[in-house]
């Protein structure tokens, strides 16, 4: 049995971006409910206000709240490319989308000025992100598979994606030891490597579409 595709156009469609969309929206706005200022005198001055433990928690905020939106964007961008969603391209929305709702209690960890400094919330947080960029790249090779896609992705455009794809967790991941020899704030320094890794990683994907673009696409997976 065939299994139903919701079609671009269809309400059924807008119903699943629509219930997506707010699941982002509802984890970035979760990620306020880390910011505590329990002490009168953190409203004192400004100096004060930071010296609180005040600033790990706004960054930390800062932190998960551009990792979320670059979620949802890329998301954004790539449903906009989706013919439709059949059962297995929402199934993988879904974990992607419960990944990314467990970012704030994660950020907690790295926020609060009694354990940022720990390895073990560093760690948590790493996995976390690592597990999300990888089930949502995983979601874009499954629905080039299954031929859902308007503009068809070959074999060698989607090696691209899935190599620019473990830029992330990689970097994620490799925060864990430096964190374990060192310390949690000590190891977040590593995610700037990110802010390289991903234009470079653009770039390849980017030269692969030009170099590679009229190739026949990869070929729809049986049902």
């Known amino acids: 049995m065939t299994a139903p595709v919701y079609q671009r156009e269809t309400s059924s469609f807008d119903r699943v971006l629509g219930f997506l969309d707010a699941i982002y929206a509802f984890a970035v706005t979760l990620l306020v409910l880390n910011i505590d200022v329990t002490s009168p005198e953190a409203w004192s001055s400004i100096e004060a206000f930071f010296t609180q433990g005040i600033g790990s ?19 954004h961008a790539m449903l906009a490319n989706f013919t439709g969603l059949d059962p ?13 709702i467990f970012i704030p209690f994660t950020t907690q960890g790295i926020s609060d000025p009694h354990t940022d ?5 560093t760690a948590v947080y790493a996995v976390n992100i690592a597990l999300a960029v990888m089930a949502h790249a995983m979601m874009l090779q499954i629905a080039a598979r299954r031929g859902l896609l308007i503009k068809p992705l070959n074999r060698k455009q989607l090696r691209a994606r899935a190599i620019n794809s473990l830029g992330a967790p990689i970097v994620f991941l490799v925060s864990i030891p430096v964190a374990y020899l060192t310390d949690g704030n000590t190891a ?36």
């Open 88 to 100: 297995t391209t929402i199934t993988w929305n879904i974990v992607v989308a419960g990944l990314i």
């Open 188 to 223: 977040k320094f590593c995610w700037l490597a990110l802010l390289i890794l991903g234009p470079l990683g653009d770039r390849l994907v980017g030269h692969a579409d030009t170099r590679f673009q009229g190739q026949p696409s990869t070929p729809k997976a049986p049902e």
């Open 57 to 75: 928690q706004l960054l930390g905020f800062l932190i998960s709240f551009l990792v979320i939106v670059a979620f949802w964007r890329r998301n």
């Open 117 to 121: 400094d720990l390895p073990l919330p």
